[in-house]
């Protein structure tokens, strides 16, 4: 990277609850699981972490419950080195949590409940908006109210601030409101969601990717797991083969691409490097448990790059 680069993350912050089992009771039923994770989560904070660990600076705007979780989540962000001075305290409202089921390929299961996120409204942005505009990147993901989210991609578009929008959790979204982000960037189970088409392989990515930009998108990357990321434009699309590894936990996997990747296209890396980049250190927080206590440092990332 070249620089420091500015990144707001205007999202959601869980506090996650992990369980680690390969059978799920019946109704009535009560059962075991293997082993139990408490950590921070939601998409817009993991994003943040993320951002930060790869040498960005970060700042959040978000909104959490007037509980236990919504104070540790805010002294998790300040010891992380994410400026949390626009993170909000809702009266009141029970922070984001999300309980997360693992089995044993690694794959996740979350369920989240939006709590304090579901209260970060557009007046909320403005109130950030000088922060906003000083930014070099947004980064935004749909675990706040979609009027917020595309008030902020609007907001975005208004004054020349790239803006990277995750649209995760999958759900029907207007195109006309995403053709305000530069980037759109959903999993396979989302591009499926949002182009209305199969995702399973990168020919399948490649046509709905197609189709999302014949919808109005600018810049279209979807990420495929162990098959790496799918980028197109208007110039064509190009695949970027994934960083192999044994998965042991692919929950924040997603984040961990997002946030490292506004990071360093931000910091000066060209995009095609930049999702390189962004395949290695996503792939590389699956191979321990949680979310954004599976991300790796900077120095741990660039030991594997060599
Ligand atoms: O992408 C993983 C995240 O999804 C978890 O941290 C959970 O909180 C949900 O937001």
Redesign the pocket.
């Given at each position: 990277m070249n620089r420091e680069p500015h990144i707001v993350v205007v999202g959601?912050a869980?506090v996650?609850l992990t369980t680690f089992t390969d059978q799920f009771p019946r109704p009535g039923e009560t059962i075991f699981g293997r082993e139990f994770h408490l950590g921070f989560?939601?998409?817009g904070a993991?994003q943040a972490v993320a951002a930060r660990l790869c040498g960005a600076r970060v700042s959040m705007v978000a909104r959490v419950g007037d509980d236990l979780f919504g104070e540790a989540t805010i002294r998790n962000f300040t010891a992380r080195g994410v400026d949390a001075s626009r993170v909000l305290i809702t009266p009141g409202v029970s922070s984001?949590v999300?309980p997360?089921f693992v089995d044993s390929a690694g794959q996740n299961r979350?369920l989240?409940v939006k709590g304090a996120n579901d209260r970060l409204l557009p007046a909320d942005v403005d109130a950030a908006a000088d922060l906003l505009r000083e930014a070099d990147c947004l980064v935004l993901q749909l675990?706040i109210p979609i009027e917020t989210v595309y008030y902020t991609l609007s907001f975005a578009r208004r004054h020349g601030i790239r803006a990277i929008l995750n649209p995760?959790p999958g759900q029907a979204l207007d195109l006309a409101q995403l053709a305000n982000a530069d980037y759109v960037i959903p999993n396979e189970t989302e591009a499926e969601v949002l182009g209305g088409m199969p995702v399973r392989n990168v020919d399948e990515a490649r046509a709905c990717a197609a189709h999302l930009l014949d919808g109005g998108l600018r810049r279209v990357i979807v990420t495929l797991g162990a098959n790496g990321a799918l980028c197109a434009g208007a110039e064509g699309s190009r695949h970027v083969p994934a960083h192999t590894v044994q998965p042991v936990d692919t929950?924040?996997a997603?984040?961990a691409f997002i946030g490292s990747f506004a990071c360093f296209l931000s910091g000066g890396c060209d995009e095609y490097e930049a999702i390189a980049r962004a395949n290695v250190y996503a792939a590389l927080s699956t191979l321990s448990v949680g979310?954004q206590m599976s991300f790796v440092t900077l120095e741990r990332f660039q030991e594997v790059l060599g």
């Amino acid at each position: 990277m070249n620089r420091e680069p500015h990144i707001v993350v205007v999202g959601s912050a869980n506090v996650d609850l992990t369980t680690f089992t390969d059978q799920f009771p019946r109704p009535g039923e009560t059962i075991f699981g293997r082993e139990f994770h408490l950590g921070f989560g939601g998409k817009g904070a993991n994003q943040a972490v993320a951002a930060r660990l790869c040498g960005a600076r970060v700042s959040m705007v978000a909104r959490v419950g007037d509980d236990l979780f919504g104070e540790a989540t805010i002294r998790n962000f300040t010891a992380r080195g994410v400026d949390a001075s626009r993170v909000l305290i809702t009266p009141g409202v029970s922070s984001g949590v999300a309980p997360i089921f693992v089995d044993s390929a690694g794959q996740n299961r979350i369920l989240v409940v939006k709590g304090a996120n579901d209260r970060l409204l557009p007046a909320d942005v403005d109130a950030a908006a000088d922060l906003l505009r000083e930014a070099d990147c947004l980064v935004l993901q749909l675990e706040i109210p979609i009027e917020t989210v595309y008030y902020t991609l609007s907001f975005a578009r208004r004054h020349g601030i790239r803006a990277i929008l995750n649209p995760a959790p999958g759900q029907a979204l207007d195109l006309a409101q995403l053709a305000n982000a530069d980037y759109v960037i959903p999993n396979e189970t989302e591009a499926e969601v949002l182009g209305g088409m199969p995702v399973r392989n990168v020919d399948e990515a490649r046509a709905c990717a197609a189709h999302l930009l014949d919808g109005g998108l600018r810049r279209v990357i979807v990420t495929l797991g162990a098959n790496g990321a799918l980028c197109a434009g208007a110039e064509g699309s190009r695949h970027v083969p994934a960083h192999t590894v044994q998965p042991v936990d692919t929950t924040g996997a997603g984040d961990a691409f997002i946030g490292s990747f506004a990071c360093f296209l931000s910091g000066g890396c060209d995009e095609y490097e930049a999702i390189a980049r962004a395949n290695v250190y996503a792939a590389l927080s699956t191979l321990s448990v949680g979310t954004q206590m599976s991300f790796v440092t900077l120095e741990r990332f660039q030991e594997v790059l060599g």
